[in-house]
């Protein structure tokens, strides 16, 4: 069975650092793509960054690019979210994503392409 459970969100002032990090545990060894989206009150979700687990090739979403990174670690099953240069518009809820069993369809990739979602966690900036 997958789970992915993030961690390493809180409140930030603007022009801070935060690192988010999602564990994966099951059959992730089949995922094609993983990535994170946000989701702020009253708005859609939205995509953050992607990486595609077997190239590492990755892509970043206009409003973070320049600021943020992802990346992953096979060894420990992890994917991270490098968060610089934090903006108050940053603040939302911070979502793990992975399409495992199958392929994305969408470049960008979408929401619907992905299958496998974590819980969230909190990201606040101040101003």
């Known amino acids: 069975q997958v789970q992915l459970v993030e961690s390493g969100g809180g409140s930030v002032q603007a022009g801070g650092s935060l690192r988010l990090s999602c564990a994966l545990s099951?059959?992730?060894?089949?995922?094609?793509?993983m990535g994170w989206f946000r989701q702020a009150p009253g708005k859609e979700r939205e995509g953050v960054a992607v990486?595609?687990?077997?190239?590492?090739?990755?892509y970043y979403y206009d409003s973070v690019k320049g600021r943020f990174t992802i990346s992953q670690d096979n060894a420990k099953n992890t994917l991270y979210l490098e968060m610089n240069s934090l903006k108050p518009e940053d603040t939302a809820m911070y979502y793990c994503?992975?399409?495992?069993?199958?392929?994305?369809?969408?470049?960008?990739?979408?929401?619907?392409?992905?299958?496998?979602w974590g819980q969230g966690t909190q990201v606040t900036v101040s101003s």
């Open positions: 099951g059959p992730t060894y089949r995922s094609s793509c």
């Open positions: 990486i595609y687990a077997h190239s590492g090739n990755t």
């Open positions: 994503a992975a399409q495992i069993g199958g392929y994305v369809r969408w470049y960008p990739p979408r929401v619907v392409d992905f299958n496998y």
